[in-house]
């Protein structure tokens, strides 16, 4: 019998993840070790002075030379092109320090350079600080377009934990939705809409199963952040296996991108993510008792009910889903399950206690 010459193939993961206290002071000696000795590094807003000349000090003193730096706050993909086509020929890497917007221009940048990226996020707020993907403004609108995997990622416990609880919130809400997601592609694999690639569903599934039965008193304990951020980085890689997003994005991510587009000032996108998981879990009555129970004892609902968003902003949002990907088939593909997203909104307890 013949051996089929796709039955193995090869797939990129990050050479370095490390979730440790005090990782930041050694991002120099690292890089030193790598061989990435000449490097950009973009920062975002305001931390250079909170703890980015120790970083570049630190980086002068191990051998690397940091051939330009700068603090940024846009993700429109015009500038980050400029940006990109600024390095200097010489760059080995860039080293993208802080929250989804930095990240997302540094993955990109190196995309367009094909150069290194190394990934340094000082929230946990989703998965982008691991995935082959950024989410940038195009001619005015968010647009998620390929970008360069992080060759390595470091992400130092105690910079996490200073970030505003908000951000923990946000990745709790992003790493449940893997629930759903999940549960999504199996349904548009059933319904005979492409095809599920069974590593990736399990590496994702091991993620957030992880995750949810990670023992904790606060949200805040190291053990917590490290599960957290650990199950993130997890999920993207099942992205880089699936060579896309199904793995850990379904109906409650386009439900969030609705959300993006209709609203003037959209909340933090695990936040959104993690109230459409919740209702597109009674949707599809999976797991909805889990999610509960988490999104309850971590305080999300708690934050959920500060920001006030509203039901019909998720009415709106559910009829546009389709829409933000329509060569997919979640169940909101479907209008019974789209009808049935939007009376759920209505008569559920829990959605009718923290949505307006």
């Not at 993961?13 to 050694?26: M, T």
């Not at 061989?35 to 973009?42: A, C, F, N, R, S």
């Not at 993907?133 to 970008?147: C, D, F, N, Q, Y």
């Not at 509960?292 to 998720?314: A, I, L, P, Q």
């Amino acid at each position: 019998m013949g051996v089929c010459n796709n039955a193995v193939r090869e797939i990129n993961i990050p050479s370095i993840l490390k979730v440790e206290k005090d990782i930041l002071k050694n991002t120099g000696n690292i890089l030193e070790e790598l061989g990435l000795t000449k490097v950009v590094v973009l920062f975002g807003n305001g931390l250079v002075d909170m703890f980015g000349r120790d970083v570049l000090n630190g980086m002068k003193e191990c051998g690397v030379e940091v051939l330009q730096y700068q603090e940024m706050d846009t993700v429109e993909i015009n500038e980050i092109m400029k940006l990109a086509f600024s390095f200097p020929n010489s760059t080995q890497a860039v080293v993208g320090i802080g929250g989804g917007k930095v990240i997302d221009a540094a993955k990109y940048c190196g995309y367009l350079q094909n150069i290194a990226f190394v990934s340094v996020p000082t929230s946990a707020s989703s998965d982008g600080f691991s995935s082959a993907s950024a989410s940038l403004i195009v001619e005015g609108r968010r647009k998620s377009l390929p970008a360069k995997l992080a060759n390595v990622i470091l992400a130092d416990i105690d910079v996490i934990k200073k970030a505003p609880d908000r951000f923990i919130y946000s990745g709790i809400g992003d790493m449940i939705s893997k629930i759903t997601a999940l549960y999504d592609w199996q349904y548009e694999e059933d319904m005979g809409y492409g095809k599920v690639d069974d590593f990736a569903m399990m590496i994702s599934k091991k993620a957030v199963n992880s995750f949810v039965r990670t023992p904790f008193t606060d949200i805040k304990d190291d053990r917590f952040i490290k599960e957290l951020l650990d199950s993130l980085a997890m999920s993207g890689i099942a992205n880089e296996i699936a060579r896309s997003s199904v793995p850990t994005s379904g109906s409650e991510h386009l439900i969030s991108h609705a959300l993006d587009k209709i609203l003037e000032k959209p909340q933090l996108h695990g936040v959104q993510v993690g109230v459409s998981t919740y209702l597109m879990s009674i949707v599809q009555e999976h797991r909805t008792k889990r999610i509960d129970t988490v999104f309850s004892t971590t305080g999300f609902w708690e934050y959920v009910k500060t920001v006030e968003m509203k039901k019909s902003d998720f009415e709106k949002a559910i009829d546009i889903a389709p829409s933000i990907k329509p060569f997919r088939h979640t169940y909101l593909h479907e209008e019974k399950y789209r009808e049935r997203a939007k009376e759920i909104l209505k008569t559920d307890s829990r959605l009718c206690d923290i949505l307006v």
